[in-house]
C-alpha cells in the first residue's frame, strides 16, 4: 500500500523532471554510439556483411529486447483474449490505446494501476515487458507464453498480486540489451535495489559488437580500403583459445546466480569472464532442473563429448541464423564425431531406421524438460538440457512413441 501511494505521488511530479531531462539530453548527438566512438553501431555492419545481417534479424538475439510495438508484442490485445484474471476479484486487462499498448490492474471491477509497454523481453519461448518510469525501469505484472499463447503472470511472481514495482536491474539488461548507461536515480530510495539509467543510451538487442567487440577501426578501415579481403581491426573467432571462444557465450549463458563484480557491457572477445563475475561452480546440473536461465556452459563441460572433444558453442550453434526446432541439423553435427566411419556409434545403429536416428538424437541425448520459471497450467516451454549424455529412460520414451507410430 505505501509503495503504491509514493508512486502515485511520483506521477504528479513526474512531468516536470521530465521536462528537465529532455533539456539536458537534447544537446548530445544521437548519432554518436553511447559506447563510445571504437564502435561504430551494427547498422553499419550491413554494408558489407549483408547476408549475415538479414538473417541475423530473425534470431533470438535479436529479439532478446526491443521496443514495445505492434510487431514486437506477441500476445493479443483482442477483446476476448486480452485479460489476465488473478481471481474473481482481481484482473489484469491489456489494451491498445493512441499513446501505446497498457497494462492496467482491476480490484473489484475499478481500474487500479495502469502502465505502458515500452520494452519487450524476448519472444521464442516467453515474453516479459518493462515500464519506464522517471529514468528508473520496472517489470509489467504479466507476461506472455508462445507456446500455448497465452497471457501468463510473470514468471516468479505470486499467484493473487498484481506487482507493478519489480525493478528491472542492470543484470537482467546485461544479458538481454547491448549497452545502456547507469545514471542517478531520479526517485531514490522508494524501491529495494533501483537504479537510474540514461535513457537514450539504450541499444537494443545483442548486437553485431556486443560479440565481435567495438568495430569503428574495421569499418573504417575497409571503407577505406575495399580491395583489402582479408579481415582487418577486428578480433577473429579462429585466434582465439577454446575457452575465450566460449566466453564469448559463457558471458550471458553461464545461468543466472553468479557473483557479479561489474556490468559486462564492456566484455570482448578474449577478456577472462572473472573481470566480471564469480562463476557459481555449484549450480544444479541436474537435467531435470534446467531452465531459460541455466548454465548450458556448464551442462556441456561436463559432457564426454565436450571432454574428449575440441568442440566449443560454434561447433553446434551458427548464431547469425534462427536454427532452433530442427533436429536434423543437429543430428549432422553429432554426425562429425559419430557417423559411420567414427569408432564411437550409436548403441542403436542398426536397431532404429537411420532416419529415426536422425531425427532423434537431440531428443534421447540431449532431451528437454518443462522451464520451471515461464509455466502455464502444468505445461511450460520446453529447454533443452547441454549435459550431451545416456538417458535411458527418455530413449524409452522416445522408442515407445517410435514404435506406436510405425505399427
Ligand atoms: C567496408 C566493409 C566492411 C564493413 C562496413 C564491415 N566489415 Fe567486417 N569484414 C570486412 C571484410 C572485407 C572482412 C574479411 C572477409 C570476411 O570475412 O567477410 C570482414 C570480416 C569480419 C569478421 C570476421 C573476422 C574473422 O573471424 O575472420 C567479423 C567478425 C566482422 N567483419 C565484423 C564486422 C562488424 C561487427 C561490422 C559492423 C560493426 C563490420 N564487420 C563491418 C569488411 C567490412
Ligand atoms: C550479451 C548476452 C549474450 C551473448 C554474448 C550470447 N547470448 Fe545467446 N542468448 C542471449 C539471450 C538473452 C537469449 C534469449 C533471447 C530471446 O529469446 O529473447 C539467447 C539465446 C540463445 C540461443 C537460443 C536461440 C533460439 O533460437 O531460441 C542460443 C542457441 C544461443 N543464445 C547461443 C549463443 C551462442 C552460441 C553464443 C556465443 C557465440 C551466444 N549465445 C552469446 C544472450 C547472449
Ligand atoms: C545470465 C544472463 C541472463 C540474465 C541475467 C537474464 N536473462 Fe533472460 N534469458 C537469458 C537467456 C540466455 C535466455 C534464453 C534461454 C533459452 O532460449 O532457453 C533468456 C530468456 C528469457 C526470456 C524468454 C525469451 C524467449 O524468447 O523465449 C525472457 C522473457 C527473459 N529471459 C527475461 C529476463 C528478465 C526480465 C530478466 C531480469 C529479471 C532476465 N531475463 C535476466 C539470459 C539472461
Ligand atoms: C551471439 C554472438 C554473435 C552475434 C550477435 C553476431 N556474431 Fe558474428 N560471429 C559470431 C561467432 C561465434 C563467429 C565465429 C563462427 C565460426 O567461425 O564458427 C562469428 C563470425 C562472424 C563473421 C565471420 C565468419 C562468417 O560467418 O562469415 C562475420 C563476418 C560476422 N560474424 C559478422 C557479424 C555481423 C555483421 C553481425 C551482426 C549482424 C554478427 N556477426 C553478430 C558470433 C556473433
Ligand atoms: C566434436 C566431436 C563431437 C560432437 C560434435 C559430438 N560428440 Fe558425442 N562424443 C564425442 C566424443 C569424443 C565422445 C567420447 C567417446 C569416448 O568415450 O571415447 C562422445 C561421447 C558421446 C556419448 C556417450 C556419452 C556418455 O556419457 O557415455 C553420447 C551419447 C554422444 N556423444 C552423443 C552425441 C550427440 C547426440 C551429439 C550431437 C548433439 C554429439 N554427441 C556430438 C565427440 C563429439
Ligand atoms: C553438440 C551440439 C551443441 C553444442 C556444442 C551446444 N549446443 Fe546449444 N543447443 C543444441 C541443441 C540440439 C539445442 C536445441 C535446439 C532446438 O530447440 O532445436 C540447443 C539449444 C540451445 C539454447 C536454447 C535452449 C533450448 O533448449 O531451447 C541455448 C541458449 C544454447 N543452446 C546455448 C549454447 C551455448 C552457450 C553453448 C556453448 C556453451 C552451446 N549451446 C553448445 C546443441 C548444442
Ligand atoms: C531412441 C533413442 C536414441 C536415439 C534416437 C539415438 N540414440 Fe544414441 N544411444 C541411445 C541409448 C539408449 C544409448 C546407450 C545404449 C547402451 O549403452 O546400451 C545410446 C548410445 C549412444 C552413444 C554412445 C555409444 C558408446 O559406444 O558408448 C553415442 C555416441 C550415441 N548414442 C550417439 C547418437 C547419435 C549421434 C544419434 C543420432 C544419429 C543417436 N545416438 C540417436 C539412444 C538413442
Request: with cysteine.
Amino acid at each position: 500500500m505505501y509503495k503504491k501511494k509514493i508512486v502515485r505521488l511520483a506521477i504528479i511530479l513526474l512531468p516536470l523532471s521530465f521536462i528537465l531531462s529532455q533539456c539536458f539530453t537534447n544537446n548530445s548527438s544521437i548519432k554518436d554510439d553511447p559506447r563510445g566512438t571504437n564502435y561504430a553501431g551494427s547498422a553499419t555492419c550491413i554494408s558489407c556483411h549483408k547476408n549475415i545481417y538479414k538473417s541475423y534479424l530473425h534470431t533470438a538475439h535479436f529479439m532478446a529486447s526491443g521496443p514495445a510495438s505492434d510487431s514486437t508484442i506477441r500476445g493479443s490485445f483482442a477483446k476476448d483474449s486480452n485479460e489476465f484474471v488473478f481471481n474473481p476479484h482481481l484482473k489484469v486487462v491489456m489494451d491498445k490505446r493512441d499513446s501505446g499498448f497498457y497494462q492496467t490492474s482491476f480490484v473489484n471491477g475499478k481500474a487500479d494501476q495502469s502502465h505502458r509497454f515500452d520494452i519487450s523481453f524476448g519472444g521464442v519461448k516467453g515474453q516479459s515487458y518493462a515500464y519506464w518510469f522517471t529514468n528508473e525501469l520496472f517489470q509489467l505484472p504479466v507476461s506472455y507464453e508462445c507456446r500455448v499463447h497465452k497471457w501468463i503472470n510473470s514468471p516468479g511472481y505470486e499467484p493473487d498480486r498484481v506487482v507493478f514495482e519489480r525493478v528491472v536491474n542492470t543484470r537482467c539488461l546485461d544479458c538481454h540489451v547491448s549497452y545502456i548507461k547507469s545514471a542517478k536515480p531520479e526517485l531514490p530510495g522508494f524501491y529495494e535495489g533501483v537504479e537510474g539509467y540514461e535513457k537514450k543510451s539504450l541499444i537494443y538487442s545483442i548486437d553485431c559488437e556486443r560479440c565481435h567487440g567495438p568495430s569503428a577501426e574495421h569499418v573504417k578501415f575497409h571503407t577505406d580500403n575495399p580491395g583489402e579481403k582479408k579481415a582487418k581491426f577486428i578480433i577473429t573467432f579462429s585466434s582465439l583459445t577454446r575457452d575465450q571462444k566460449i566466453n564469448m557465450c559463457a558471458i550471458c549463458h553461464s545461468g543466472a546466480g553468479n557473483r557479479m563484480l561489474k556490468p559486462t557491457f564492456e566484455f570482448k572477445p578474449g577478456d577472462t569472464l572473472a573481470k566480471y563475475m564469480v562463476v557459481n561452480n555449484k549450480l544444479p546440473l541436474d537435467y531435470k532442473n534446467i531452465d531459460v536461465h541455466g548454465n548450458q556452459k556448464a551442462l556441456l563441460a561436463s559432457s564426454k563429448c565436450f571432454i574428449k572433444s575440441n568442440m566449443d558453442c560454434s561447433t553446434c550453434h551458427d548464431t547469425h541464423v534462427k536454427d532452433r526446432d530442427m533436429p536434423t541439423l543437429y543430428a549432422g553435427k553429432c554426425m562429425t564425431c559419430h557417423s559411420s566411419d567414427s569408432h564411437i556409434q550409436c548403441k542403436l545403429t542398426g536397431q532404429l531406421s537411420s532416419s529415426m536416428l536422425i531425427n532423434n538424437c537431440v531428443s534421447c541425448h540431449m532431451p528437454a524438460f518443462p522451464s520451471k520459471t515461464i509455466v502455464v497450467g502444468q505445461a511450460g516451454a520446453m529447454v533443452h538440457t547441454h549435459h550431451i549424455g545416456i538417458y535411458p529412460e527418455e530413449a524409452q520414451k522416445i522408442l515407445t512413441y517410435l514404435k506406436t507410430k510405425v505399427n
